[in-house]
């Protein structure tokens, strides 16, 4: 388990590396945050000693290198827009992102599996041709689209849920949460069912061909050989084995799920991180562009980390390798 | 009581879209305790049909429609699927043909065999280890507790087979299925676990159906051997008898065909052709494309099993009498 931790934090260290690099490099070639920051009214004079200032003028290398010190110690820059560094301003809109990706993905896990399991079981029932249907049609429909209509049905005509915003938070050691109010959790509904609405129909396919494979195995057919019952042939012994890949895309599907906050907070007016990057992108805000793609990446790193120890425990195989 | 298994008139179709398609035909046979039956056939003779339709677990769209499977008096093939469930792994066991298929890789050994007792047995979990302990033991298990608490990845292909053995005697069944149990294991090892399985029908009491291509092997272990033909047993009888007075020519084949008392670097004798696949099973005769005594009877009329000489040896060839007489 020890050696498995090292090589893990070795490897994520290499890809944060990597990360900053390509977002040093874009924020280096594009813009030019001196003029971002004074104005188009000063002088060049003024503007080349602002830079020297700054260390712009100094060799891409030795800025890069800078960047990566000044990163290692939790400064990430300074947002032009908001005159905060970066970091803090990041920190302050994670929580609502968080919390929508979170929210999604238990609406993903707790609507997939329970599908996708049961139209694997009974793949001629009327219920999992119908779920089949609408998946191929639901892999088709873009996010916002979805977010839109039900935007129309529960916020405009039936008029139950908040269209937009997150309603009322608390805020807990600097935390400020939506899921611990009733008004915070009805704002989150149609946001986070837009958010999975992505992913729904990807999972309960895999789910639903995974678990198809697995039935269809010597070991099952050994298991009702054996006389168990049926509960515990499909839930132990085939749910099991369908988990193994089911978890590892999990972790790359968080991934797109983050993406896919962009669109998402936009629509719902969610004031979080993707909300942010889009605004910074309207102003240029280079670096508070490049301070969400290192904590966005540092996020996906933390999350894969997580799932593969998650697959180690259910992966006997994979936790022997670890060990030696 | 009678016998311990009586198969009779067993017919096994699959639901196809163009029509069903008959599997299995007709077979009878019976098996009493302690005695060894060898099914013995090319792939796709309907074997392992056979052997699956005893647990009633052919796979879909596979159902039997006729005949009866009697088991301890009661016929199996009218039992619901409740009852069944509760005598399969319990009073019929079955060992499948390759031991690095059949245990699930996520759970441990111990989990797999306790399952079996706890579904089975009203006994306690730790109970339940002591027989699965008892059961390792019995197959020769070397350091059985450590083996316990491992996962399949964790043990070699034998010894695999060897769990799997011990997972089937758990709740002391009087009747062992095993289909291909030593196909997919080294030579070497193969000897071993036969041994057991003939060693375990004797001490334990049990009835063994061993559904396998191998003639050698059968001729080793078994007291009566099946040979099967596209769906159909051609020849039955005591092994010894098979074995050294063949009267079906495809037995006879079979057993030419065997690499015994050959010199080196010489060709070993084959069965022209292939068996036919069951949408094309020949009219008469399902043997007579491949079939070296064959006459015009053959090509209209299938041959029905003729009991032969006394010795509960029957076959079901219409030259049997000519082939005598060309002795």
């Not at chain 1, 990706?101 to 009974?122: D, K, M, Q, R, W």
């Not at chain 2, 099946?226 to 092994?239: F, K, L, S």
Request: proline content about 5%; overall charge neutral.
């Amino acid at each position: 388990m020890f050696a498995f931790i090292v090589r893990r934090i070795i490897q994520s260290i290499v890809v944060m590396l990597v990360i900053s690099f390509i977002g040093f490099s874009v924020q280096h070639n594009i813009g030019d945050p001196v003029r971002d920051m004074v104005g188009e009214r000063v002088s060049v004079e003024e503007r080349e000693a602002i830079r020297d200032k700054l260390g712009l003028n100094d060799p891409f290398w030795t800025q890069y290198i800078r960047f990566v010190g000044n990163a290692a110690k939790g400064d990430l820059g300074t947002s032009y827009f908001h005159s905060k560094p970066t970091l803090q301003v990041i920190l302050s809109k994670a929580p609502a992102t968080l919390e929508l990706v979170l929210v999604s993905s238990i609406i993903i896990i707790l609507l997939t599996f329970p599908i996708g399991i049961y139209s694997a079981l009974f793949p001629r029932s009327l219920f999992s041709k119908i779920v089949m249907g609408f998946s191929t049609i639901g892999v088709a429909v873009p996010v916002f689209l979805t977010a839109i209509v039900l935007i129309y049905i529960f916020g405009v005509e039936l008029n139950w849920l908040p269209a937009y915003g997150r309603g009322e938070t608390v805020n807990i050691w600097g935390w400020e949460t939506g899921l611990l109010t009733w008004d915070g959790l009805r704002h989150l509904i149609l946001p986070s069912l837009s958010l999975s609405s992505i992913m729904l129909p990807l999972y309960i396919r895999l789910i639903r061909s995974e678990m198809m494979e697995v039935l269809e195995t010597e070991y099952i057919k050994f298991a009702w050989a054996k006389g168990l019952n049926k509960n515990r042939v499909w839930l132990v012994h085939a749910f099991k084995n369908t988990l193994l890949p089911v978890v590892t895309v999990f972790g790359v599907e968080i991934g797109i799920l983050f993406a896919f906050t962009l669109l998402t907070e936009t629509v719902f007016q969610w004031q979080g991180m993707g909300f942010m990057f889009l605004e910074a992108v309207e102003r240029s805000d280079t670096a508070l562009l490049v301070a969400y793609l290192m904590v966005v990446g540092g996020m996906f790193v933390l999350i894969n980390t997580v799932i593969d120890v998650i697959y180690g425990f259910i992966n006997p195989m994979v936790r022997i390798a670890g060990a030696k | 009581m009678g016998h311990l298994l009586e198969v009779r008139n067993l017919e096994v179709k699959f639901a196809l879209r163009f029509g069903d398609l008959t599997a299995i035909d007709n077979i009878s046979f019976t098996l009493d305790k302690k005695e060894k039956l060898g099914l013995v056939g090319e792939s796709g003779a309907g074997k392992s049909v056979t052997g699956f339709s005893i647990i009633n677990l052919i796979s879909k769209p596979g159902y039997i429609s006729g005949g009866s499977i009697l088991f301890e008096d009661r016929d199996l093939s009218k039992l619901s699927t409740g009852e069944m469930r509760k005598l399969r792994g319990h009073r019929i066991s079955m060992i499948f043909q390759d031991p690095m298929m059949t245990l699930n890789p996520v759970l441990t050994i111990g989990t797999q065999m306790t399952e079996t007792v706890l579904a089975h047995m009203k006994v306690s979990k730790s109970d339940a280890m002591d027989i699965a302990l008892e059961k390792l033991k019995k197959v020769y298990i070397p350091s059985p507790e450590k083996r316990l608490f491992q996962y399949p990845h964790e043990c070699s292909g034998g010894m695999r087979q060897r769990i799997v053995i011990a997972i089937a005697l758990l709740t002391n069944p009087s009747l062992i299925v095993a289909d291909e149990p030593t196909t997919a294991l080294d030579v070497t090892i193969q000897a071993g676990i036969m041994d057991l399985l003939q060693e375990l029908c004797t001490t334990e009491d049990m009835g063994l159906i061993l559904i396998t291509h191998d003639l050698a092997v059968v001729s080793q272990v078994t007291d009566k051997i099946a040979v099967m033909y596209a769906g159909r047993i051609i020849e039955t009888g005591p092994t010894e008898e098979i074995v050294n007075n063949p009267r079906h020519p495809y037995t006879k084949g079979l057993i030419n065909s065997l690499p015994g008392g050959l010199q080196a670097g010489s060709r070993l004798a084959q069965i022209p052709g292939m068996m036919p696949t069951l949408t094309d099973i020949p009219d008469g005769c399902a043997f007579n494309p491949r079939c070296t005594i064959n006459g015009p009877i053959c090509l209209e009329k299938l041959p029905e099993l003729r009991v032969l000489d006394g010795k509960n040896h029957s076959a079901a060839c219409h030259m049997l009498e000519n082939d005598q007489r060309d002795k």
